[in-house]
């Protein structure tokens, strides 16, 4: 099946929506779009002309992208968030009440939310207990899922996906369906990213975003990387103007080479809090990570019920972490993102006085196999 033939019949049908920046119309004088012609002087040191409409994919954005992920730029869409994406995608590809996706759980929450709210269908085939793709498990359901999610490295346990098993899941799903391998913390991995295997596989997409290692969750930007046909058939389903004016101008300075070089910098200092809170957990504790962690969190499995009160103690200090639940019965996981060298310091006060609290019960997770 060819890419074209992958997307819904009521997509193909579609023609991408022709605002009034999207037309290739050039001239000074803009009376086609209604907006107001007069700027509020109070933004004017921003040098944005917030009055009109932005560029739906504005051209030095999608290029300053595409240098960093070293792709083409017509390889890229600029979405609103890695989410948009996810939605974006099964919406062109996924027809509702008949196709369905696959996700590998325990994994990234949106892929079933944005398939559930579109009556898309949702196959799961859950990760092994190494937190790896079971391969012979996704071949047999290949045929009636429309895009597999794969999760490299993964939200939440933090783990990564070898690139072989990366490339052995393109090949069964190669003139199938789509494979989606999320990058949204790729920047904290030391694992190259799946981009080199574009060439190679045309259905390969790959999400990436600024909300994590760039530090810009706030501006909601984020990118599909994919074949020219994937692009062309998601514009046809993308809003027209995804990103605000604002958003492209902050997402243009991140990819300039003093932000990169801060980005780069900040990601170091992450991993090593990790490294650090890692080993202080495991000596001061006797705690044992879930697996190693590719990202800029953490995760700790427990017996439910200690990580449902370590939860809400950590709560009643203010403090929150995430509480989530893997496929193994009776147990359940927190996971820990970095913070700032003082948030870290008193999360260490606050588990110590904990298990302090807790030390006549079980708190050590020293029995989980990692
Ligand atoms: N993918 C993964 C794996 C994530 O963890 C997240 C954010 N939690 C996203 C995508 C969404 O990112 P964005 O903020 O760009 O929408």
Redo the contacts with the bound molecule.
Sequence with gaps: MTIKQLQTATTAKLKPYQSARSTDLTGSVWLNANENPYLNPAIKGLEIHANRYPQPQPEVLIQAYADYATVAPNNVLVT?????G?ELLIRSFCEPSQDSILITSPT?G?YAVSANSQNVGVIDVPLDQDFQPIKDDISAQIAATKIVFL?CP??PTGSRIPLETIESILQLAQGKCLVVV?E??IEFSAQPSAVNLLEKYPNLVI?R????AFGL?GI???FVLANTDIIQIMKKQIAPYPLCCFAIDTAIQALQTPYLAWMKESVKQINQQKQSLQSWLKETLSWTPLCTSDTNFIAYQFDTEVADSLFFFLAEQDMLVRKFDTVQPSQSEIRITMGTPQEMSQLKKYLSLFFAKNDNRTVSNAGVTV
């Design positions: 609103r968030g890695a989410d948009e996810i990234y949106m999760c993964n939200n999320d949204a913390y999400l975003t600024l909300s994590k969750a909601r930007c984020g």
